[in-house]
């Protein structure tokens, strides 16, 4: 496609209820990034893809947080049993390679109540 | 930990004239970009702008240039000939681990007519 497309791009979740968020990004992009931006915060780095694989997690915050994206395209980040902490936007961001300028979408604003 | 300093949450400027934004950033990379990225009410981070850190020569894009100051650790933003459309968050981002970006908390720019 010609950006990266994220869905849905509002959710409400109840507490404790379970979430997924898309993102499709840029076709033929190597690397995919997910970030968590706090309201009145910089977008905060929760983890990388390199095709298919999963290369650095360090960010995602507790186990509830798992990401995936198994035809190296496509990507779902899932959040198990939602806590008001985890209120935030999600961006998502591609790029070709790795180092290169990322590509980011217009994010999924998660409000958890 | 590799940290980015935005020391200003708000600025002000009058249409046409000219504003500069602040950033200092830590990095351990030995060669990196460093990046302006404007984030509008759409949520969508936008490149505005990018240095080589091996380049001493300061990056230019049309109405936007920087200071880059690679001793001091200083990455600021100069806007000329400001317009309404440059109203936004503004944030400054350094690298960190050679794919993912570390972001400061953002500098929030008005645009007065």
């Known amino acids: 496609g010609a950006g990266v497309s994220q869905s849905p791009r509002y959710k409400v979740a109840k507490r404790g209820q379970d979430v997924a968020l898309r993102c499709d990004p840029i076709?033929?992009?190597?690397?995919l990034f997910w970030y968590q931006q706090a309201l009145g915060q910089g977008p905060e780095f929760l983890t990388y893809f390199q095709n298919e694989a999963q290369l650095d997690k360090s960010g995602l915050p507790s186990d509830r947080f798992f990401a995936e994206r198994p035809e190296g395209s496509v990507s779902t980040l899932k959040i198990q049993r939602t806590q008001q902490e985890d209120s935030a936007v999600y961006l998502c961001?591609?790029?070709?390679?790795?180092?290169?300028?990322?590509?980011f979408g217009s994010g999924t604003r998660l409000t958890v109540v | 930990a590799q940290t980015v300093t935005q020391s200003q949450p708000e600025m002000s400027v009058q249409e046409a004239e000219t504003v500069t934004l602040s950033c200092t950033y830590d990095t351990s990379e030995s060669d990196y970009y460093l990046f302006w990225y404007k984030q509008p009410p759409s949520r969508q981070m936008i490149l505005v702008i990018r240095q080589e850190a091996y380049k001493q020569q300061n990056a230019t894009e049309n109405r936007f240039s920087v200071n880059f100051q690679k001793a001091a650790k200083s990455f600021s933003l100069k806007i000329s000939d400001s317009q309404l459309g440059d109203a936004a968050m503004y944030f400054c981002?350094?690298?960190?681990?050679?794919?993912?970006?570390?972001f400061g908390k953002g500098t929030s720019l008005l645009v007065t007519p």
């Open positions: 076709s033929g992009h190597v690397s």
């Open positions: 961001a591609s790029s070709a390679r790795t180092g290169d300028t990322y590509t």
């Open positions: 981002a350094s690298p960190n681990s050679g794919y993912a970006l570390n």
